[in-house]
């Protein structure tokens, strides 16, 4: 008797009615018409089929139309190898270059106060604002012959348009935010509870880096690196105005696509395409599951 006193009491507070309001207000929101549901998801399906689902099927299928020897020969050609060798060589630089600047960004920005704080966070953010063509473009001005740098770099024999210094630099430059993107909310989120705790049990500035930030960050840490790595792979504006075109020698994988694809070599196009597809594919699933990581180390927090 004493508790069934109780629980109407505990009903008739203000927190309860607030409860059961907020229970019922999202009962509503599950309440649309059953035609309504299947039309709004029905619509989402058929968007992601026709974006994203038939470009894929097309990619392969063209890719392997002609068997599955003229796939492997198309990819063994060595101007398909050099642009993959490339490709990997380029998105590696890049991928190093970015991560420790995305780290030291993100351990500034998220963990002390200073003057330009915004606008160094404005800066990080300008790759995605600014066309890559004219992040090329930029490049070519800077370093080509007739460019602020070109004559002395002339001078010195030093390539950096055409070469690999340049692919590597325009790529650097369009993918940087990624990896301090990913960071700076998730280490933002986390404080400085346990950096100054560290601090003021004798551990160095490094020390508390790798043995106390660097841990919390190490899934926000790959899930930058994954974004950074498909972009730096699939970068086609900047590196075309910087690469020169050069077969065999300064063609990444996209490029190599648009050349096959222009002298109508249909097959091997969509086999170099085809691998960047499966490089999407692996993305999305690798992001799915560093988000889950993500995700449970937020509850974990919570709790």
């Known amino acids: 008797m004493t508790m069934q006193i109780a629980d109407s009491v505990s009903l008739s507070t203000p ?46 299928a063209q890719a392997f139309s002609r068997g599955i020897m ?15 060798r490339l490709t990997l060589l380029v998105a590696a630089i890049s991928v190093g270059l970015n991560l420790v600047f ?13 003057k330009g704080k915004t606008f160094l966070i404005s800066l990080i953010d300008l790759p995605f604002s600014v ?18 740098f070109g004559g002395w770099l002339r001078d010195h024999d030093i390539q950096i348009l055409f070469a690999v210094p340049g692919i590597a630099l325009a790529t650097t430059f369009v993918t940087f935010p990624f990896v301090a993107r990913a960071l700076i909310p998730l280490m933002q989120e986390q404080g400085t509870q346990e950096e100054e705790a560290a601090i003021s049990l004798g551990a ?31 970068e086609f504006g ?28 249909f097959v091997a196009a969509f086999a170099i395409a085809s691998l960047l597809a499966m490089l999407a594919l692996i993305t999305l699933i690798a992001k799915t599951i560093l988000e889950r990581h993500l995700d449970e180390g937020h509850d974990s927090r919570d709790h």
């Open 15 to 60: 927190d309860a009615k607030a409860r059961r309001h907020a229970v019922a207000a999202g009962e509503n929101l599950r309440t649309e018409p059953r035609a309504v549901r299947i039309a709004i998801i029905s619509v989402a399906v058929l968007f992601l089929t026709v974006f994203v689902v038939l470009p894929l099927v097309v990619v392969f």
């Open 204 to 234: 160095s500035g490094l020390q508390t880096f790798f043995r106390v930030t660097l841990p919390n960050i190490k899934w926000g840490v790959l899930y930058g690196v994954l974004l950074c790595n498909a972009r730096a792979m699939g």
């Open 131 to 148: 066309s890559p063509v004219i992040s090329g473009l930029v490049f070519v001005l800077l370093f080509g012959a007739q460019g602020y």
């Open 238 to 265: 900047a590196v075309s105005v910087v690469s020169g075109h050069i077969r065999g020698e300064t063609n990444t994988m996209p490029l190599l696509v648009e050349i096959l694809y222009n002298e109508y070599q």
């Open 70 to 84: 003229a796939y492997v020969a198309a990819l063994s050609e060595p101007e398909a190898l050099a642009a993959i």
């Open 102 to 114: 995305g780290l030291v960004a993100a351990w500034a920005i998220a963990k002390f106060e200073f």
